[in-house]
Each structure stands twice: as structure tokens, then as C-alpha cells.
């Protein structure tokens, strides 16, 4: 799950191009989450093209054990992200779909090498952020309690740190702990139907863990972890704001109040 | 709603259950982790030099079980090999038959069950007893063990002290304290009554020969020291390559399985007693397993085979703290269970194919594992060998028309925009998966085209 | 049986033959999993009784005082090594009822077992023992109170160290602490099929 070598030196392009995959959760549902990334990435002095053919990573495929159509997805992001630009993703684990996920998948097929090449060029947001362009540390202000949920695809990657790296420097940003952070909150893709009891338990075992440091809001590096626990949180008449790590840098730069900031799921609810 | 059978037996337990296998779970990962990060500086580095230690034993495996048969046999040793479970049962009788026994006590191994050597043997008239405690404890029950480390996770000590009763045992009483010297008195009549000792072994050296008993209770060495034969019923897959390599699995194993430095009984065995000692067997056997270890051998999931038995795995596990082990059908478990219970399976791998689906790859299982085994990534294999297989999908939906319309960006942003229907749409005509998924969430509203439109609108190429 | 051996030693020589690159043997050194406390150790012997004590484990340098201790717990009979009595000293038997053969037939009446201890580990507060040493395993694991004399030039100083010197003998069993079982609700009991008492009598030589 490793994310990409340093040889692709990001911080030596003048014109600091990238390609943003903007997932297809923040497709359907962010908007926000997408929108937020690419003010945060322009901050940094990025142009941000966004290769309007691009689909999915392929994961939720490839997870199900669907390898025939997880290759025909990747096939097709190979095609829509060509180029050398890096690739900046607002989520840890299509990036390592496209990291690790994906060397599996075409470990036998005629394509590896431009697969490979892609997995190189591809960087969750945090990560890319820190590693990437070299900055530890981020402007503004954004004033409230913040856990974050650590994605576990994000596991033996630089985002954990990253993130922790960057809200912590952020002025009025209390970072708080708490219990089991290491246990998955258990969306896990087609897990979260096919195994519901079991998904439903993690996930309301991960609120109450979380709900219990009292954080003013509940940040994340995956939309994935976090329409599950919001949308659990709910059903069960439990209020959590949760936003997105991109939303908290953007707002810090805007230095609105946390409190007051648009929430990411913020929705009327879907059916009757 | 249709639910996968994990799912559905986890739904099923009672909530004292549960509670005691989650926390007691939970106990468990806690220690281990207290005592390695005590211990060691870089903890990471250890488990990748044992995973490669291990590796390459089992990428050189003939040379180094070879060796291991040449110094037990040197040091008198019986060595004999099964091809698979019926084999190896058939060897322990034949043993057991020469020599006019009839009684036999056995210590915690897990290839025993895998096997299924205790009904085997008892219909064969042999009378044979678990001495390890929680084994002990599921044989009276009829029972099967719900860990690989701690056999009784499951149970609490009410339902132990009434099986107690019910079989003799003494009237109920339900301290701790009383359920363990009620097994040890019991136990030691039938140590010292038995004819063959039967063990596992954690380890075999292929250096030295030496077995490797890993153990805490004090009954694998009564199963040694009483009996007057000992037979040991061995996986070819736990070779290591030298005495010197076992320091660091001997530490790895017993802070990773119950967080103690190390066991409080570690036996190293390459031989019967001598002939002058009053105690101990005067015969010993090894009988070396295969039953579907060689098949893994020559496939992608091979790191699997370097699995120490820790249990490690299953205390940090989400998905098995909240099922428990007999949710797995299987004698192995876990997250590693997942992997090795549908491989060992042979032609029956359909019948478990649904156990990889059992995760939701989140990986805390090899950041625990001892020997660094990549298990979600045997996890996502085997879910695509399930696959190729023909497995009946269940409960889970297929992502078929999914991966089509990701490959047509023309459609996609159709149903994008299309997407916006299910904002109004009563639940119960909505997709299948979005349906399910409303069992227990909310939905948020859907904004397909709300972005890409953003973006077009700022002017930047789209 | 030759068939299934061979069997067995083919589909391993099948199943690795198309592997090309092969996990080469790492080196390392054994120190690596030298647990921190132990990196340094002036004084084995504290060192030794500090881990032994740590698992609930007993240390004696002065046969009175362990013979004394015996008596509070009212372990009067017990079965000695003959080897060792000169180590005990003549006083030891004050009180207590020794015997210098065990009874497997009585094997319940001893409340105390002593014998000689191959050695012993500081890292860990192991006590080792073999058959060379301890020909009557029983006499070792039966009685409720396990004393092994430990010769103190052969306490190891770590887990390497120790795994070096293992030797040739057939069966060698490390003792950390007294048995134990956590089975039942995960509530710790000491004194499970093994001794409830791991007692170390450290000796001179």
C-alpha cells in the first residue's frame, strides 16, 4: 500500500499540473468534498485539470472479486488519466486501489507496466499535500474539537501521518483521541449489505467510541467510512458532524468558524 | 433481507456472547501490544524477519523437512508422513494398536481437530482425553473451540461449572479457582493411567530435529512424562530452518498470542527418554501432515502456510469479534481462518468460499501478524478464485452493471444525472444495494452532476 | 508409508518448482529480540530474580531460608534429588520429610519436588531443566511446590544465549513461572496441572 516514489518530483514542475480523480462517492453524493479539494490544491499553486471521462477505480470490482470488470474500470482510468501528472485523489483508498490494489490485479496481464504507471502517479490529497509538495503545515483557522477517523486503507501509507501532520498545525484545532481507533468502522464496500448485522455493529461501536471524546466534528480522508457512520449516526437519532479533510483545510483558509461550516452529508434524507 | 451465513450467525448470538468474545478479544490485543511496544524499539521489523524466515523455509521446504527427518531418525525417532487426515488417524492407531493401547491423553493441537482424530480414535476403542483446560472443557461439552489460542472465549464460568455437574465433576460451583483443581485432579488420574501421550508441535528445527512445545497449564508435559509413548501429529508447514531462528519466533509467538514474554512451558523434544529414566516415553513418533498443505504450497496463497498460530489476528479483528469463531464452520477461524479453512477445504473450497468475504480488507491483521502475512491481499484473491469458481454470490450484490456503465463514461453521466430520481423515490422500488444499504443508514441526498457542472462553469477544460 | 513419504516429498518438489525467485535466509542478528530490559545485566543473578519474581516465581539463595519457607507453607514432604542434599545442607531437613525416591504410586502426597536445574535465563526468569538433570520428570511437575537448585554460573544471560547451549539433550523444558490457565473468562489461575509454585534455589558453582 505503498504511495508514490519519490521520483516523480512533484515540487520541481513549475506549473505544478495535476489530474484530480474525484471518486465516484463525491460524483454522486460530495460535491463539496470535490469542489473543496481542488481550492485546496489551486492554494497550493496547482493547476488542477479533471479529465471529465473518468469513471471509478475499479475497487469496489476488485474487492467483490469481480477481476474481469475491475480491469475493464482500470483499463479505462489508465486511458483517462494518461500522462505524467500526478493524480490527487480525496480518498486513501482508491489511492491505494490504484497503488497496490491494482499491481494484483494485472500481475499476469499484458497492460502491467502502464497500470504501474499510473499506481505511481497516484496520491491521496493529504498525502500529496506533505509528501508531495513538501508542506507540513497550514494556514488559517478553524476552531473546534476534530477526531479523525483514520481510514483503514490508508494503513502502511503517508496519510495517517499527514493529516495529523496538518490539522494539528492548524490555529483553534483541538485534536482529540479516542477508544479503538485502530477497528475499522466496517463500510468496507458490499460488506456493508452483505454482512449488515456485523457492518451495523462495528459501525454503531465506532460512533460510540468516537461520540465519546465529544469532538464538535468528524474528519476523514474517505467519504466511503463516512456515508456509513453518518448515515448510521442518523438512523439512530445520534447528531455527528463529519466532514471531509478537504473541507477543513478549505475552511481553515477561509477561516470560518467550524461550527458554522456546511456539514458534508448535510442532505435531506434519501426515500420514505 | 437476505444476509451472508457469517452475518447471519453473528445476528443470532446472544449478546452475552458477544460481549465475551469481543472483550476478551479486546484483552487480548491490548496485551500484545503493551508488551512488544515495551519490549522492542521497532517492533515491524521483527515480524518482517520472521515473515521471511518463514518464506524461505517454506520456499525451500523438501531440503529443510528432509533434514529434520534425518536428525530425528538419527536420534531414534519414529518418523512417519500422511498424506491426509484419514492417513494420519490411521497412523496414530496403527501405533496405538502395536502396542495394546487403549488410553491416550493429548495436549492443545489444532491439527487434531483438523483431522478429527479424537471420534475417530474412540470409535476405534481408544479412550482419549483433552488435558488442556478450555479443550478439556469442549470436550465434556461436546463443544468445539471458538479460537485457536483460547478455546473457551465463548463461554463464561456459570456454563462451565453446570457441564462440571452434569458430568460428574462435583456439585456447581462456579469459582474459577475450583473449576481448574477439579480438572487437574481429574486429569492427572487419566495422565497417569494413559498409555500415549499425543501433542502438536508450534516448531520442528530443521536443524536439531527438535520439536517445539509452546504451552502454560503444565499438561503437555504430564502428557510426556507420564505415558510411556508419545506420538506427535505435525503440519509439514512448521519447519523453521535452525535452533538459532527459534529466539526470535519464541519471543514473537507468546507476546503475540496471549502477551507474555514467553510461555510458561517451552519443550524442545528430539527423542524418547534415555533408557535409565524412571519418566517418560520410551518410544517416540512424528507422524508429518500434508491434507491440502502441498496444494497451497504450489499456489499465490502459500504466505498463509507461515502462520504461527498465534491467534493475534483474531483478537484485533472487527468482523471476528463480532461474529466469534463458530461463525467460521471451520476449525480454523479468524482472519486467518478466511484464508487457510477454504484452501484446506480441498474440492470443498465452495462450501467456504463465502469466508473471504468475511472482511472488509481492513488490514489490522497483518500489522499484528508475527510472520507479516499479507492477508487481505489472500483475501481478494481467493474472493476472485470464489468467483471463477462459480461461488454462489449470497447476499452480496453483484457489481457487474456497475463495472459496465464505469467503463462508459457516456452513460455514467447519464445516471448521474438519472440518479437524482432516487431523491424521490419511495425505498422499497429503489435498486437493490441501495435498498439494503437503508436497512440501518440514511442515505444522503444524491448530487450526481453537481461537480462536473461546477467545475464546466468555472471555465476550466471539463 | 515409504509411498506417502515420497508422495509428500514430490508435491512439495511440484509446487515450488515453478517459483523462480526464492526468499533467500535473512541474516540477522540474534540480539534483535533481545527484549529492552535486558540489554544490559551486570549482576545475573539479580537480573534472574527480578524476572523470575516478575512471573510469579520464587528465588532462594540461602537453604534455611526456603527451608523455613516450606514449613509456613505446611509443605513438609517432599522428594529430593540426592545430588543435591550436600546443597541443601544438613539443617534443611529440620522439620521436613525428604525422600530421595519418588513414588510415582504416591505421586500426590509430595507436597514439594526439588531437582537440578540445567540452568536458567536472566532475560526472562526461566528455570531449565532436562532429562540429564532431572531424570524423574514427574518429581519436577506433580507437586504443587517446584524447587529447582540452580548453579549460578549457569544462568544464562538471554534467550540466544540459552537457545545456543541447548544441547544434545532429548528433552529440555523451560520453566517461566508456575503454571497457569486464563481459559475461564480470561481470570488468570496459577497452579493448573503443573506446580502453582516455581521456586529457584540459587547455588554456588
Same mark, same amino acid.
Given at each position: 500500500m505503498s504511495a508514490p516514489s519519490s521520483s516523480v518530483s512533484v515540487a520541481a514542475s513549475p506549473a505544478r499540473r495535476v489530474q484530480l480523480m474525484s471518486t465516484c462517492l463525491c460524483d454522486a453524493f460530495f460535491d463539496d468534498v470535490a469542489r473543496a479539494t481542488v481550492e485546496v490544491l489551486e492554494h497550493l499553486g496547482c493547476t488542477v485539470e479533471f479529465p471529465g471521462r473518468q469513471t471509478c477505480c475499479g475497487q469496489p470490482a476488485f474487492n467483490a472479486g469481480d477481476w474481469p470488470a475491475a480491469r475493464t474500470v482500470l483499463r479505462h482510468a489508465v486511458d483517462v488519466f494518461a500522462g505524467e501528472a500526478p493524480v490527487v485523489i480525496p480518498s486513501a483508498s482508491c489511492a491505494a486501489m490504484l497503488s497496490h490494489g491494482a499491481q494484483i490485479l494485472f500481475e499476469n496481464e499484458p497492460d502491467a507496466v502502464a497500470v504501474k504507471q499510473l499506481g505511481t502517479r497516484a496520491w491521496e490529497l493529504t498525502d500529496f499535500i506533505v509528501r508531495g509538495l513538501g508542506v507540513t503545515s497550514w494556514p488559517g483557522r478553524f476552531a473546534g474539537r476534530v477526531a479523525f477517523h483514520r481510514s483503514c486503507h490508508s494503513r502502511g501509507s503517508g496519510t495517517g501521518d499527514a493529516v495529523s501532520a496538518l490539522l494539528r498545525s492548524v490555529s483553534g484545532l483541538e485534536f482529540v483521541d479516542f477508544d479503538e481507533a485502530e477497528q475499522c468502522c466496517g463500510f468496507g464496500g458490499t460488506f456493508s449489505v452483505a454482512f449488515a448485522s456485523i457492518s451495523t455493529a462495528m459501525g454503531t461501536l465506532k460512533l460510540d467510541n468516537l461520540l465519546a471524546a465529544k469532538p464538535d466534528v468528524i474528519v476523514s480522508t474517505d467519504m466511503s467510512c463516512l456515508l456509513h457512520l453518518r448515515g448510521l449516526a442518523e438512523r439512530q437519532g445520534r447528531p455527528l458532524r463529519a466532514l471531509h479533510v478537504a473541507q477543513v483545510l478549505r475552511d481553515a483558509l477561509a477561516s470560518s468558524d467550524a461550527l458554522a461550516s456546511s456539514d458534508a452529508l448535510a442532505s435531506s434524507k434519501v426515500g420514505r | 433481507m437476505k444476509r451472508e451465513p457469517i452475518d447471519q450467525f453473528a445476528a443470532e448470538q446472544s449478546d452475552e456472547r458477544r460481549t465475551s468474545v469481543r472483550l476478551g478479544s479486546k484483552a487480548g490485543h491490548e496485551k500484545r501490544t503493551q508488551v512488544l511496544h515495551e519490549d522492542y524499539a521497532d517492533v515491524d521489523l521483527l515480524r518482517k524477519l520472521a515473515g521471511q524466515i518463514k518464506q524461505h523455509t517454506l520456499e525451500h521446504l523438501d531440503s529443510y523437512l528432509e533434514k529434520a527427518e534425518e536428525e530425528l531418525r538419527a536420534r531414534g525417532v519414529k518418523v512417519h508422513f500422511a498424506l491426509d487426515a484419514e492417513a494420519a488417524c490411521q497412523s496414530v492407531l496403527d501405533i496405538l494398536q502395536a502396542r495394546g493401547a487403549k488410553r491416550l491423553v493429548k495436549t492443545k493441537t489444532m491439527v487434531s481437530e483438523e483431522i478429527e482424530l479424537l471420534p475417530f480414535l474412540e470409535r476405534h476403542g481408544v479412550e482419549c482425553f483433552e488435558t488442556d483446560l478450555g479443550e478439556f472443557i469442549v470436550q465434556l461439552d461436546a463443544d468445539r473451540p471458538s479460537h485457536i489460542v483460547k478455546p473457551i472465549l465463548h463461554k463464561n464460568r456459570r456454563e462451565i461449572a453446570r457441564t462440571f455437574e452434569q458430568k460428574g465433576l462435583g456439585t456447581y460451583d462456579d469459582t474459577p479457582e475450583v473449576i481448574t483443581r477439579r480438572a487437574r485432579e481429574f486429569l492427572r488420574r487419566k495422565y497417569l493411567e494413559a498409555d500415549v501421550g499425543l501433542s502438536g508441535a508450534n516448531f520442528v528445527s530443521a536443524e536439531s530435529g527438535r520439536l517445539v512445545l509452546v504451552t502454560n497449564e503444565g499438561n503437555s508435559r504430564f502428557c510426556l512424562a507420564a505415558p510411556r509413548c508419545h506420538i506427535a501429529v505435525v503440519g509439514i508447514e512448521k519447519l523453521v530452518p535452525d535452533d538459532r531462528s527459534l529466539s526470535l519466533f519464541l519471543n514473537l509467538l507468546a507476546r503475540s498470542a496471549t502477551g507474555q514474554r514467553l510461555s510458561v512451558y517451552t519443550e524442545f523434544i528430539c =527423542?524418547? @527418554?534415555? %533408557?535409565?529414566? &524412571?519418566? =517418560? %516415553?520410551?518410544e517416540m513418533h512424528v507422524i508429518f501432515l500434508d491434507n491440502g498443505r502441498t496444494e497451497v504450497l504450489g499456489t499465490e496463497y502459500r504466505e498463509i502456510l507461515r502462520c504461527l498460530r498465534c491467534g493475534a489476528c483474531l483478537n484485533v479483528c472487527p468482523v471476528y469479534r463480532q461474529a466469534s469463531g463458530h461463525a467460521y464452520r471451520s476449525v480454523y477461524p479468524g482472519p486467518v481462518g478466511a484464508v487457510l479453512s477454504p484452501l484446506l477445504a480441498g474440492k470443498r473450497f465452495l462450501e467456504l468460499a463465502d469466508l473471504p468475504k468475511a472482511s472488509t480488507l481492513c488490514g489490522a491483521c497483518v500489522e499484528v501478524c508475527p510472520v507479516d502475512i499479507p492477508i487481505p491481499d489472500l483475501l481478494v484473491r481467493l474472493r476472485n478464485r470464489g468467483k471463477q469458481e462459480g461461488a454462489p454470490s449470497g447476499a452480496t450484490p453483484s457489481l457487474g452493471g456497475f463495472a459496465k456503465l464505469a467503463s462508459m463514461p457516456t452513460a455514467w453521466k447519464a445516471a448521474l444525472g438519472m440518479g437524482k430520481l432516487v431523491n424521490h423515490? &419511495? @425505498?422499497?422500488?429503489? %435498486?437493490g444495494p441501495l435498498r439494503a444499504w437503508q436497512g440501518e443508514r440514511d442515505l444522503p441526498a444524491w448530487r450526481g452532476g453537481a461537480f462536473r457542472s461546477w467545475f464546466r462553469k468555472r471555465g476550466k477544460k471539463a | 508409508m515409504t509411498d506417502a513419504r515420497d508422495e509428500i516429498f514430490a508435491r512439495i518438489r511440484a509446487a515450488l518448482k515453478p517459483l523462480e525467485a526464492r526468499t533467500t535466509l535473512p541474516t540477522f542478528d540474534a540480539s534483535v529480540a533481545i527484549a529492552r530490559h535486558a540489554q544490559a545485566m551486570p549482576d545475573l543473578v539479580a537480573a534472574f530474580t527480578q524476572a523470575l519474581e516478575a512471573v510469579h516465581g520464587r528465588a532462594f539463595r540461602d537453604p534455611t531460608a526456603l527451608a523455613a519457607w516450606l514449613r509456613t507453607k505446611e509443605a513438609t514432604l517432599g522428594y529430593v534429588d540426592p545430588e543435591v542434599l550436600a546443597a541443601l545442607g544438613p539443617a534443611f531437613a529440620t522439620e521436613l520429610t525428604l525422600e530421595t525416591s519418588f513414588s510415582r504410586a504416591r505421586v500426590d502426597e509430595y507436597h514439594f519436588g526439588i531437582t537440578r536445574a540445567a540452568g536458567a535465563i536472566a532475560e526472562s526468569g526461566t528455570i531449565i531443566l532436562d532429562d540429564r538433570s532431572t531424570p524423574v520428570r514427574l518429581a519436577a511437575l506433580a507437586p504443587w511446590i517446584h524447587i529447582a537448585v540452580v548453579p549460578r554460573s549457569r544462568i544464562h544471560a538471554c534467550i540466544p544465549d540459552a537457545i545456543s547451549a541447548l544441547g544434545d539433550d532429548a528433552n529440555i523444558i523451560w520453566c517461566t513461572g508456575p503454571s497457569k490457565t486464563a481459559d475461564v473468562e480470561g481470570i488468570l489461575i496459577e497452579?493448573?496441572?503443573?506446580?502453582g509454585e516455581q521456586v529457584a534455589l540459587i547455588v554456588d558453582g
Amino acid at each position: 500500500m505503498s504511495a508514490p516514489s519519490s521520483s516523480v518530483s512533484v515540487a520541481a514542475s513549475p506549473a505544478r499540473r495535476v489530474q484530480l480523480m474525484s471518486t465516484c462517492l463525491c460524483d454522486a453524493f460530495f460535491d463539496d468534498v470535490a469542489r473543496a479539494t481542488v481550492e485546496v490544491l489551486e492554494h497550493l499553486g496547482c493547476t488542477v485539470e479533471f479529465p471529465g471521462r473518468q469513471t471509478c477505480c475499479g475497487q469496489p470490482a476488485f474487492n467483490a472479486g469481480d477481476w474481469p470488470a475491475a480491469r475493464t474500470v482500470l483499463r479505462h482510468a489508465v486511458d483517462v488519466f494518461a500522462g505524467e501528472a500526478p493524480v490527487v485523489i480525496p480518498s486513501a483508498s482508491c489511492a491505494a486501489m490504484l497503488s497496490h490494489g491494482a499491481q494484483i490485479l494485472f500481475e499476469n496481464e499484458p497492460d502491467a507496466v502502464a497500470v504501474k504507471q499510473l499506481g505511481t502517479r497516484a496520491w491521496e490529497l493529504t498525502d500529496f499535500i506533505v509528501r508531495g509538495l513538501g508542506v507540513t503545515s497550514w494556514p488559517g483557522r478553524f476552531a473546534g474539537r476534530v477526531a479523525f477517523h483514520r481510514s483503514c486503507h490508508s494503513r502502511g501509507s503517508g496519510t495517517g501521518d499527514a493529516v495529523s501532520a496538518l490539522l494539528r498545525s492548524v490555529s483553534g484545532l483541538e485534536f482529540v483521541d479516542f477508544d479503538e481507533a485502530e477497528q475499522c468502522c466496517g463500510f468496507g464496500g458490499t460488506f456493508s449489505v452483505a454482512f449488515a448485522s456485523i457492518s451495523t455493529a462495528m459501525g454503531t461501536l465506532k460512533l460510540d467510541n468516537l461520540l465519546a471524546a465529544k469532538p464538535d466534528v468528524i474528519v476523514s480522508t474517505d467519504m466511503s467510512c463516512l456515508l456509513h457512520l453518518r448515515g448510521l449516526a442518523e438512523r439512530q437519532g445520534r447528531p455527528l458532524r463529519a466532514l471531509h479533510v478537504a473541507q477543513v483545510l478549505r475552511d481553515a483558509l477561509a477561516s470560518s468558524d467550524a461550527l458554522a461550516s456546511s456539514d458534508a452529508l448535510a442532505s435531506s434524507k434519501v426515500g420514505r | 433481507m437476505k444476509r451472508e451465513p457469517i452475518d447471519q450467525f453473528a445476528a443470532e448470538q446472544s449478546d452475552e456472547r458477544r460481549t465475551s468474545v469481543r472483550l476478551g478479544s479486546k484483552a487480548g490485543h491490548e496485551k500484545r501490544t503493551q508488551v512488544l511496544h515495551e519490549d522492542y524499539a521497532d517492533v515491524d521489523l521483527l515480524r518482517k524477519l520472521a515473515g521471511q524466515i518463514k518464506q524461505h523455509t517454506l520456499e525451500h521446504l523438501d531440503s529443510y523437512l528432509e533434514k529434520a527427518e534425518e536428525e530425528l531418525r538419527a536420534r531414534g525417532v519414529k518418523v512417519h508422513f500422511a498424506l491426509d487426515a484419514e492417513a494420519a488417524c490411521q497412523s496414530v492407531l496403527d501405533i496405538l494398536q502395536a502396542r495394546g493401547a487403549k488410553r491416550l491423553v493429548k495436549t492443545k493441537t489444532m491439527v487434531s481437530e483438523e483431522i478429527e482424530l479424537l471420534p475417530f480414535l474412540e470409535r476405534h476403542g481408544v479412550e482419549c482425553f483433552e488435558t488442556d483446560l478450555g479443550e478439556f472443557i469442549v470436550q465434556l461439552d461436546a463443544d468445539r473451540p471458538s479460537h485457536i489460542v483460547k478455546p473457551i472465549l465463548h463461554k463464561n464460568r456459570r456454563e462451565i461449572a453446570r457441564t462440571f455437574e452434569q458430568k460428574g465433576l462435583g456439585t456447581y460451583d462456579d469459582t474459577p479457582e475450583v473449576i481448574t483443581r477439579r480438572a487437574r485432579e481429574f486429569l492427572r488420574r487419566k495422565y497417569l493411567e494413559a498409555d500415549v501421550g499425543l501433542s502438536g508441535a508450534n516448531f520442528v528445527s530443521a536443524e536439531s530435529g527438535r520439536l517445539v512445545l509452546v504451552t502454560n497449564e503444565g499438561n503437555s508435559r504430564f502428557c510426556l512424562a507420564a505415558p510411556r509413548c508419545h506420538i506427535a501429529v505435525v503440519g509439514i508447514e512448521k519447519l523453521v530452518p535452525d535452533d538459532r531462528s527459534l529466539s526470535l519466533f519464541l519471543n514473537l509467538l507468546a507476546r503475540s498470542a496471549t502477551g507474555q514474554r514467553l510461555s510458561v512451558y517451552t519443550e524442545f523434544i528430539c =527423542g524418547a @527418554r534415555s %533408557p535409565d529414566a &524412571p519418566d =517418560g %516415553p520410551e518410544e517416540m513418533h512424528v507422524i508429518f501432515l500434508d491434507n491440502g498443505r502441498t496444494e497451497v504450497l504450489g499456489t499465490e496463497y502459500r504466505e498463509i502456510l507461515r502462520c504461527l498460530r498465534c491467534g493475534a489476528c483474531l483478537n484485533v479483528c472487527p468482523v471476528y469479534r463480532q461474529a466469534s469463531g463458530h461463525a467460521y464452520r471451520s476449525v480454523y477461524p479468524g482472519p486467518v481462518g478466511a484464508v487457510l479453512s477454504p484452501l484446506l477445504a480441498g474440492k470443498r473450497f465452495l462450501e467456504l468460499a463465502d469466508l473471504p468475504k468475511a472482511s472488509t480488507l481492513c488490514g489490522a491483521c497483518v500489522e499484528v501478524c508475527p510472520v507479516d502475512i499479507p492477508i487481505p491481499d489472500l483475501l481478494v484473491r481467493l474472493r476472485n478464485r470464489g468467483k471463477q469458481e462459480g461461488a454462489p454470490s449470497g447476499a452480496t450484490p453483484s457489481l457487474g452493471g456497475f463495472a459496465k456503465l464505469a467503463s462508459m463514461p457516456t452513460a455514467w453521466k447519464a445516471a448521474l444525472g438519472m440518479g437524482k430520481l432516487v431523491n424521490h423515490m &419511495p @425505498r422499497a422500488v429503489q %435498486p437493490g444495494p441501495l435498498r439494503a444499504w437503508q436497512g440501518e443508514r440514511d442515505l444522503p441526498a444524491w448530487r450526481g452532476g453537481a461537480f462536473r457542472s461546477w467545475f464546466r462553469k468555472r471555465g476550466k477544460k471539463a | 508409508m515409504t509411498d506417502a513419504r515420497d508422495e509428500i516429498f514430490a508435491r512439495i518438489r511440484a509446487a515450488l518448482k515453478p517459483l523462480e525467485a526464492r526468499t533467500t535466509l535473512p541474516t540477522f542478528d540474534a540480539s534483535v529480540a533481545i527484549a529492552r530490559h535486558a540489554q544490559a545485566m551486570p549482576d545475573l543473578v539479580a537480573a534472574f530474580t527480578q524476572a523470575l519474581e516478575a512471573v510469579h516465581g520464587r528465588a532462594f539463595r540461602d537453604p534455611t531460608a526456603l527451608a523455613a519457607w516450606l514449613r509456613t507453607k505446611e509443605a513438609t514432604l517432599g522428594y529430593v534429588d540426592p545430588e543435591v542434599l550436600a546443597a541443601l545442607g544438613p539443617a534443611f531437613a529440620t522439620e521436613l520429610t525428604l525422600e530421595t525416591s519418588f513414588s510415582r504410586a504416591r505421586v500426590d502426597e509430595y507436597h514439594f519436588g526439588i531437582t537440578r536445574a540445567a540452568g536458567a535465563i536472566a532475560e526472562s526468569g526461566t528455570i531449565i531443566l532436562d532429562d540429564r538433570s532431572t531424570p524423574v520428570r514427574l518429581a519436577a511437575l506433580a507437586p504443587w511446590i517446584h524447587i529447582a537448585v540452580v548453579p549460578r554460573s549457569r544462568i544464562h544471560a538471554c534467550i540466544p544465549d540459552a537457545i545456543s547451549a541447548l544441547g544434545d539433550d532429548a528433552n529440555i523444558i523451560w520453566c517461566t513461572g508456575p503454571s497457569k490457565t486464563a481459559d475461564v473468562e480470561g481470570i488468570l489461575i496459577e497452579g493448573v496441572h503443573g506446580p502453582g509454585e516455581q521456586v529457584a534455589l540459587i547455588v554456588d558453582g
